[in-house]
Structures are given as structure tokens and as C-alpha cells.
């Protein structure tokens, strides 16, 4: 069985502040893949990122940034400088392999970034 | 072109009526998804089309019927539903069904009110 949890249900950040969301993560694969989407007010979730299990290396695009550690079982997701704009729900998701494989998602974390 | 699109974007229907909802991709994916998502929780899977045909279905009631007519088109028949079917209807899509890797494509959604 896998899960994801997203101990964090709401932040509320002023602008320009950094946030780092949290997501731990349970499976018994060695092969699966993480992912992180957003989900504005407008309700379409938009891809962020992906992690394959054997890719550890950090990632940064822009003001944002992805920290896996597999020895915490651990993805998390780091927005430097928030932005008005970076106010929305931000899901956490586990697949594993396979071809009936399911996306697995965190509760999800309401970030309100303040002006 | 990234995009899944679906209509209507807001749909208003009573217990006894018979709905459609619509989703198109463009991009050649042969993976597509029916989810469910109520205020305030992650998206759940309902159904699965790989290759045009149903390969899961999360035990969902018979009064939502899906349909994949061709590889870039997915419907969601809607017939006798409860209020507590209302929710927001995301339509997503990915490469292949199975690339475990692959991104899930959302789509913006549609926003189902029974009365």
C-alpha cells in the first residue's frame, strides 16, 4: 500500500516570505515516481514537477525548488519570495510502477500568500 | 499544445435528468481519467481508459456511465444522480498508460450541481 501525507492543511505566508510544503511519502516499491501539482481557485491542476525514485538530485526552476531525500521518504517543495499569485492548493502524488498503476495524492496544503 | 479541455464548465441538473460531460486532448495521449474531487480533498480516480478502453474502474455507481469514443475524446454520461454526486469533474489525460512516469495533463473542470 502506498500514501502520502501532507501534514500541513493551510500556510499563510506574507509575500516575499519563503514556504516550504512539506510531503512524506509510504511505499513498499523501490521504483515509483513523485509528483507535485497546484491547484489555483480556478480548479485545473497544474503539473509542477516530476521525481523518479532513483533520481535524488534537487531541482530548481525559478522561485521554486524540490528537495527529495529518500532516507526521510520525503519530497518537498520550497517557493522562495512568494507571490500573490503562488495562493492555491499544492497536492503531493505517489505512482508506482505498472500499467494499472494510480496517482496517490496528499490531502493537499492551502497556501494564502498575503500582499 | 498542452491542453485538455472540457465542458460545460458549470452544470446545474436535477435527480431525473440525463448529462453529458465532454473532455478532448490533442496531444496524442492514449491514457485518459475521469476523477472526482469534493471541496477541500484530493482528486479520486473513478475511471481509467487505456487505449481507448476501460481499464479501471474504481467500483463507481452505475448512474455514471463513461464512454471513449475515439483517442482523443472522453464522455461521462450522468443519469439519476444523488446531491451528494455534486463536485468538480476534472478530465485528465497522459502519454501512455503505462509510462508510470508520466505527467498527468488536467483539465480545468466541471463543476456539477445536482438538485
Known amino acids: 500500500a502506498q500514501k502520502v501525507t501532507q501534514a500541513q492543511t493551510e500556510i499563510s505566508v506574507v509575500e516575499k516570505e519563503d514556504v516550504t510544503l512539506d510531503c512524506v511519502y509510504e511505499t513498499r516499491d523501490t521504483t515509483y515516481y513523485l509528483f507535485w501539482y497546484k491547484q489555483p481557485p480556478s480548479g485545473e491542476l497544474v503539473f509542477l514537477i516530476r521525481?523518479?525514485?532513483?533520481?535524488?538530485q534537487n531541482e530548481i526552476s525559478g522561485r521554486y525548488s524540490w528537495n527529495f531525500q529518500k532516507s526521510t521518504s520525503s519530497f518537498n517543495f520550497t517557493i522562495t519570495a512568494s507571490q500573490v499569485v503562488d495562493s492555491a492548493v499544492y497536492f503531493c502524488a505517489l505512482r508506482h510502477t505498472g500499467a494499472n498503476s494510480k496517482l496517490t495524492f496528499g490531502k493537499g496544503i492551502t497556501l494564502s500568500v498575503r500582499p | 499544445d498542452t491542453e485538455v479541455t472540457q465542458t460545460p464548465k458549470h452544470l446545474v441538473m436535477g435527480m431525473t435528468n440525463k448529462k453529458s460531460l465532454k473532455c478532448e486532448q490533442h496531444?496524442?495521449?492514449?491514457?485518459m481519467y475521469w476523477y472526482k474531487q469534493k471541496a477541500k480533498k484530493p482528486p479520486e480516480l473513478m475511471f481509467v481508459?487505456?487505449?481507448?478502453?476501460?481499464?479501471i474502474n474504481e467500483s463507481v455507481p452505475s448512474r455514471f456511465s463513461p464512454e471513449c469514443p475515439n483517442s482523443s475524446l472522453l464522455n461521462l454520461h450522468l443519469h439519476a444522480l444523488q446531491p451528494e454526486d455534486s463536485a468538480l469533474y476534472l478530465c485528465a489525460s497522459s502519454l501512455r498508460p503505462d509510462r508510470a512516469w508520466g505527467e498527468q495533463y488536467f483539465g480545468p473542470g466541471t463543476r456539477l450541481t445536482v438538485t
Open positions: 521525481r523518479n525514485s532513483f533520481d535524488e
Open positions: 496531444m496524442g495521449h492514449r491514457a
Open positions: 481508459y487505456s487505449y481507448e478502453k476501460l481499464s
